[in-house]
Nanobody
């Protein structure tokens, strides 16, 4: 299984970015997808997750109302639309796949390589 995350970059506070994660190696629509992030010196934390069909989503309180997770099972891709970005959103963002859309980091069995998001003030 391979997950390729992309779309990170440098953006000013208040701006937007859309992350993508392309998956290959197993039936994409049979697994939930999640996004996590890790800032320097901090543990990896949950951002958002989406069920296999896309009918169920969940978010960390810190991103609710600003971030939206979605998936296109025909394209084997999951997205994270990030709006109203804040400097505290700066981190490496990772996509992951697993059996359920849990917020638990150990609930995912495959991880992408990460993409850097930097929000300047």
């Amino acid at each position: 299984v391979q997950l390729q995350a992309s779309g990170g970059g440098l953006v000013q506070a208040g701006g937007s970015l859309r992350l993508s994660c392309a998956a290959s190696g197993r039936t994409f629509g049979s697994y939930a997808m999640g996004w996590f992030r890790q800032a320097p010196g901090k543990e990896r934390e949950f951002v958002a997750a989406i069920s296999r069909s896309g009918g169920s989503t969940n978010y960390a309180d810190s991103v609710k109302g600003r971030f939206t997770i979605s998936r296109d099972n025909a394209k084997n891709t999951v997205y994270l639309q990030m709006n109203s970005l804040k400097p505290e959103d700066t981190a490496v963002y990772y996509c992951a796949t697993g059996p359920t859309n849990t917020a638990w980091v150990h609930g995912y069995d495959y991880w992408g390589q990460g993409t850097q998001v930097t929000v300047s003030s």
